[in-house]
């Protein structure tokens, strides 16, 4: 039991660490290209901390459990809305930029109704896992046009001698290299702490008799979303929203085109019943309601953020009782 304790202390330090030096690293090396932290959060914070997800979801389909795979996946989507923007936006209101409401949220949308129309028929076939790599490849593609295209106005206003206010953070050419180390170990630390955590609690749990279907509706669901939940509470301390947000939404999209591709590409994979009867449909909701609690007054308000945590949590209360 002191043991497990110990990987429990141990792992939450790493995420607090790591998600502090992954938020540091990320806004530092923005500000130094003249990228937004946006664009930053939507990619490389995305990807790092969507590693979880993949990791144990091709160990999943490789070793005959699709139906672990497609749980977390669609289990990650919602935990991510519903607990971890919850969460955040309990600790300050979100502010949400105008182009993630016009360009990114509908992405995210539109990834998972792709989704929905893949596994409607009960199984992800190898294709549909390629052409979900091929969207994912055209949402890089999409992402690397617009960094290009903020790098070039960026250089414009500084060679027009555009006055700009002083950053505090920002570094100079020479220190992008430590920055960049910052960000990797960061991720690492990340990753690392929420294994940590994640076999600890799961170890304390059946020694006091929790039953295996508590542990993995509950640990396994959200173990792997941890770096996500730890990236945006700091983010939100830091009042980097955009990169709170951006992470968020940016790994429900990578979970989708990514994840599940690569899954279903090594595997076809069969849908469970009540996944289609039930986890897509609340996945689908929160990814639908998203876009309208956005717009109304470009935040996430704290009032809207009880709303969704309430509902994450009625969300797993049902899937215990079913």
């Known amino acids: 039991m002191l043991t497990n304790l110990i990987l429990i202390i141990v792992g939450l330090a790493g995420l607090f660490f790591g998600g502090d030096w992954l938020v540091t690293g990320a806004s530092r090396l923005a500000r130094s290209f003249g990228i937004s932290a946006l664009i930053v959060g939507l990619t490389v914070v995305a990807f790092g901390t969507s590693a979880p997800e993949l990791l144990v979801s091709v160990q999943a389909v490789l070793e005959g459990s699709g139906d672990l795979s497609v749980g977390n996946i669609i289990g990650s989507n919602i935990s991510n809305i519903g607990l971890i923007l919850g969460l955040t936006s309990l600790i300050f209101p979100v502010f949400v930029q105008a182009q993630l ?21 009960g199984v992800i076939q190898r294709t549909d896992g390629i052409a979900l790599l091929g969207m994912f490849v055209a949402f890089n593609l999409y992402m690397g046009y617009l960094t290009l295209q903020e790098r070039h106005e960026h250089q414009e206003e500084i060679e027009a001698g555009v006055e700009q206010e002083p950053d505090p953070d920002l570094i100079p050419p020479e220190q992008r290299l430590r920055e960049v180390g910052r960000l990797v170990l960061g991720l690492i630390v990340l990753v690392i702490g929420a294994r940590l955590t994640i076999t600890g609690a799961t170890a304390v749990a059946r020694e006091i008799g929790v039953s295996e279907l508590v542990i993995g509706v509950s640990l396994v669901a959200v173990g792997t979303s941890l770096p996500e939940l730890a990236t945006a509470m700091v983010a939100s301390f830091r009042k980097e929203n955009d990169i709170a947000l951006g992470n968020i939404v940016g790994s429900n999209i990578f979970n989708l085109l990514l994840i599940l591709g690569i899954t279903a590409t090594t595997k076809p994979l069969t849908i469970p019943d009540r996944v289609l009867g039930f986890d897509i449909v609340v996945m689908m909701f929160f990814s639908l309601a998203l876009l309208p609690l956005a717009m109304t007054d470009r935040k996430i308000s704290r009032t809207e953020a009880t709303i969704m945590f309430s509902l994450y949590i009625a969300f797993i209360v049902f899937v215990f009782i079913l």
């Open 101 to 121: 409401i016009r360009r990114e949220i509908p992405i995210m949308i539109f990834a998972s109704l792709v989704t929905v129309f893949f596994v409607s028929d």
